[in-house]
């Protein structure tokens, strides 16, 4: 016979139910908070950093507070920049969304440090004049004005998951905060002028270059009647063009800063490898197709490990040319000191190695903190993506890039790739069109079912349009406030 169940024990089993409700609870609450408290945590350490760093007297307190902005805005380009390296692998379930970030993260960190810019001749790609500014502490509190407009601009665009251009916010907050510290003579409106023409150019061109690649892969490959013997004869091709292409990238955007070579060393270099990597490539992909059924879904097994290595690339390459962005102004301003005053923020600005590995270490810590609401918005919210489409997204963007840098065009990454995702998405509710026309004897589907079969979702398409148009203005505006504030506040 059971004997009844002790009181005592009882009490004890409600008390402690009580204490695992509360843990429970406790972990609930304390989960959000964990991101910014690191983030938080992260900028403290690099405030207590930065105050021992030796520079000339009076220069303490100023580098301290840009060295803080600094981190702040490296945090936000993490979160919100390095979405679009990883993004398209995230989606095409090349990469779990943990992989991703850690490699993006290590790549990040790694092109910052490794090949990051060591001088930033004129700041924020030349778009100001700092010979005609009043003086040095107009120009110390400009830069801090543009480090903290462009990191408030970020935060909100990444809470309104919007995939922005932390190039162009830069310059928009620079400018601005030029303009009202010196006038309009500050500012040079021409290099502007050709900033505007990029929004309306850059993810033209990427998205028109993902669906030309997208339809040569579509004939070539996966409408042959046999894919796999198609897909061992250009997917070498392919991947040589890639691997060329990516070293062009890295040679003239990164590694040239230590080499000293320019493009025409960088293209060398890119011929070689790509002619390397065909040639290995051939005997690889011959193994990977074998027992290969001959079906679309065999492709995909064949695409996604170079998605692997394009989005590693990619964030290797986002943090060799797009660390300056975080702590170009941060290193004008220890310039400033560093020379003792004199007309030094007129000079080539040099990127210390603890302030590069400010922006360096805030871009990972970003991205591993903040990155993932903006990683699967560009990965998966915008159209859907297969290994295939992923890879052309990947292309498209170093290509176009390239492209642009040759030609001295001040392009955003993040502009290209998310073009090039919209352009892919276009293109085949276009084909898809024109094969349900063509079933139909020319005629049109009713309106409601062009609607239903849309693979583009069109409120990601205002949303990013609107965030990439007002960018410059708002950040310029915004700047230019906080500067007007600072001045008033230490007048």
């Not at 409601?448 to 960018?471: G, N």
Request: glycine letters at 12%.
């Amino acid at each position: 016979m059971a004997l009844p169940p002790d009181p005592q024990w009882k009490t004890l089993d409600k008390d402690l139910g009580r204490i695992g409700t509360l843990e429970l609870a406790g972990r609930h609450v304390a989960r959000p908070l964990l991101a910014p408290g690191l983030a938080l945590a992260f900028v403290a350490i690099v405030a207590l950093g930065s105050g021992i760093v030796p520079v000339s007297a009076g220069g303490g307190l100023p580098v301290i507070l840009a060295s803080i902005l600094a981190a702040y805005l490296a945090l936000t380009i993490g979160a919100n920049d390095v979405a679009n390296n990883v993004g398209p692998a995230v989606g095409a379930r090349a990469l779990t969304l943990g992989g991703a970030l850690v490699l993006a993260a290590v790549c990040e960190m790694a092109g910052a440090l490794i090949a990051g810019s060591d001088v930033v001749a004129t700041i924020s790609d030349g778009i100001i004049h700092a010979e005609v500014f009043p003086s040095e502490g107009a120009f110390v509190r400009a830069m801090m004005a543009a480090l903290l407009a462009t990191a408030l601009w970020l935060h909100l665009a990444t809470w309104a998951g919007a995939a922005v251009s932390t190039t162009h916010s830069i310059i928009g907050g620079v400018a601005g905060a030029a303009l009202a510290a010196a006038g309009p003579q500050a500012v040079d409106w021409g290099l502007l002028g050709v900033i505007s023409l990029s929004w309306v150019v850059s993810p033209l061109v990427g998205g028109l270059l993902a669906a030309a690649l997208l339809a040569f892969i579509n004939h070539a490959i996966a409408e042959a009647e046999d894919r796999i013997a198609a897909a061992r004869l250009w997917l070498p091709v392919l991947m040589a063009l890639m691997a060329g292409a990516f070293t062009v990238y890295l040679g003239a955007k990164g590694l040239a800063v230590h080499t000293g070579s320019g493009w025409r060393t960088a293209l060398g270099l890119g011929l070689v490898v790509a002619l390397l990597t065909w040639g290995g490539a051939r005997p690889l992909v011959r193994r990977q197709a074998e027992g290969l059924s001959n079906k679309r879904k065999a492709l995909k097994k064949l695409f996604s490990p170079l998605l692997v290595v394009s989005a590693a690339l990619l964030s290797f390459g986002h943090g060799a040319s797009d660390v300056s962005n975080a702590v170009a102004p941060l290193a004008a301003i220890v310039g400033v000191y560093s020379e003792g005053g004199g007309g030094a923020y007129m000079e080539a600005v040099g990127l210390p190695f603890w302030v590069m590995a400010i922006g360096g270490a805030g871009i990972a810590l970003g991205l591993l903190l903040f990155g993932p609401r903006l990683v699967l918005l560009v990965g998966e919210e915008i159209t859907r993506l297969n290994p295939v489409r992923a890879f052309c997204v990947a292309l498209a963007t170093a290509v176009a890039v390239i492209a642009a840098a040759a030609m001295g065009l001040p392009v955003s990454s993040t502009h290209i790739a998310v073009g090039a995702i919209f352009g892919l998405g276009f293109y085949r509710e276009w084909r898809e069109a024109a094969r349900g026309r063509k079933l139909r004897g020319k005629a049109d589907a009713p309106v409601e079912e062009r609607h239903r079969r849309r693979l583009v979702r069109r409120s990601h398409v205002l949303t990013m349009l609107t965030a990439w148009i007002i960018t410059v203005p708002l950040t310029a505006a915004l700047s230019a406030g906080v500067f007007l504030l600072l001045s008033k506040l230490t007048a």
